[in-house]
């Protein structure tokens, strides 16, 4: 913890996103809360003031604080990234080089890559080679300006792997100053020595994994992959009921390749449905009416080479309430940044600037249900806080493959770069 408040001074654009009290939708998706020359004032890992710089000098904290001049710099809330699979150990360089030559995945998968070397990987490694590997990453994530990360397991796929991935994350977010939520993702793929006996797979989920994971505190989420190949709608709700069951909470991978029915996974108040690049009309305004989030992954998108991008326009016009993560995995998208992700966003999906950053930021924290403390600069909420080289917020999302992040606070404890 830092000894002395810090306050940061004349920022060109402050983005607060202060102000509402649901997850944001439509055109309050375009609402930032800019204060011009802002001021903002953190003591022991909280916000305390959020004003304009004239305003903050009348604090009492202010004159003993150590201040950082934010002249030509935006600050806003640290980003949410409320979907990453950090618990792998080797990138996927055949899939990423045999991809480019055209092969399909059982090519892929005849080469030695695919999901399979990822599970061999993690398997093989070590509860310290996993949380090293966790820890990197987090890392790695921070210096784009990111301050909470939703981490998932789903590499190991038995049951010692799995609570190991869940273990190991727990050891890095030990070792890192920002939040880290942990899932787990235990019903990722059916793993190959269940191919033939899928169900069978799926009770060691349900049976074991939840039941330890509930018990342990190991984590907070359960999410399924619920896909043509992955886990059907019926064995995706039987796994989310346990998880209910057992006191977790649920999201799901859903509509990633073939669109797939959301009402009946619904009922288990999801915080999240994630990619979502075929949704039916019919499901975005249910969820319109909901609170579970759209979570979209446009990097994922972007590293695969698609055309096809998730209908960000459709959702966000729709009333959905959508938030923006990395999806930071070896096999899909490789990439720690939420800023390339904001790109992607508005270049690909139509996203305005200020409806990207909202997502990256305040629906991020909805969809990890964190909205009390995380996603928007305000008194009282946790001094999460990112500074960019840039005199308007649009340039977050305009400059891309560079990092114009130059200060990160997490809990009020800056990381240098
Ligand atoms: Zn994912």
Redesign the pocket.
């Known amino acids: 913890m830092n000894s002395r408040p810090i306050l940061l001074t004349h920022a060109s654009q402050l983005l607060t996103l202060r102000g509402e009290h649901s997850p944001r939708r439509g055109t309050q998706m375009r609402e930032l809360g800019i204060i011009n020359d802002g001021a903002l004032l953190m003591n022991e890992g909280k916000i305390v003031a959020v004003e304009s710089t004239d305003e903050v000098a009348h604090h009492e904290l202010a004159a003993q604080a150590e201040e950082i001049d934010c002249r030509g710099k935006v600050v806003l809330p640290g980003f949410v990234d409320s979907?990453?699979?950090p618990a792998f150990t080797n990138p996927r360089l055949i899939d990423f080089e045999k991809r480019i030559s055209g092969a399909s995945y059982e090519e892929i998968a005849e080469a030695g890559g695919g999901i399979r070397s990822s599970i061999r990987g993690v398997r093989e490694a070590s509860i310290e080679q996993l949380a090293d590997h966790v820890l990197n990453a987090l890392r790695e994530i921070a210096a784009y300006g990111t301050t909470t990360v939703e981490a998932?397991s789903?590499y190991g796929l038995n049951f010692e792997s799995e609570m190991k991935s869940l273990q190991a994350i727990r050891r890095a977010a030990e070792q890192w100053p920002g939040t880290v939520i942990s899932t787990l993702?235990g019903a990722h793929v059916v793993p190959p020595e269940y191919r033939s006996d899928p169900e069978a797979y799926v009770a060691i989920v349900s049976e074991q994994m939840i039941p330890f994971v509930a018990e342990q505190k190991l984590a907070s989420y359960v999410?399924v992959?619920c896909e043509r190949g992955a886990f059907t709608p019926e064995q995706s709700a039987r796994i989310l009921r346990t998880a209910v069951e057992h006191g977790l909470k649920t999201r799901a991978?859903v509509c990633q390749l073939t669109s797939v029915d959301l009402g009946p996974l619904l009922e288990f108040h999801p915080a999240s449905f994630?990619?979502m690049d075929y949704v039916s009309d019919a499901d975005v305004a249910l969820l319109a009416e909901s609170n579970t989030i759209a979570t979209l992954?446009p990097a994922?998108n972007y590293f695969l080479g698609l055309d096809r991008f998730p209908p960000a326009r459709k959702l966000i016009d729709g009333g959905a309430a959508v938030a923006l993560a990395t999806?930071y995995?070896p096999g899909?998208?490789p990439t720690s940044s939420m800023p390339f992700v904001l790109s992607a966003a508005c270049t690909h999906m139509k996203m305005l600037p200020a409806e990207a950053i909202t997502a990256a930021t305040i629906n991020g924290a909805w969809a990890l249900e964190l909205q009390q403390r995380k996603g928007s600069l305000e008194p009282g909420k946790d001094a999460d806080v990112a500074v960019f080289a840039a005199e308007d917020y649009r340039e977050l999302a305009y400059w891309f493959g560079v990092n114009r992040c130059e200060h990160v606070f997490l809990g009020g404890i800056e990381i240098r770069r």
Do not use: V
């Open positions: 979907h990453t699979h998932k789903g993702l999410d992959f991978h994630d990619h992954l994922a999806d995995n899909t998208s």
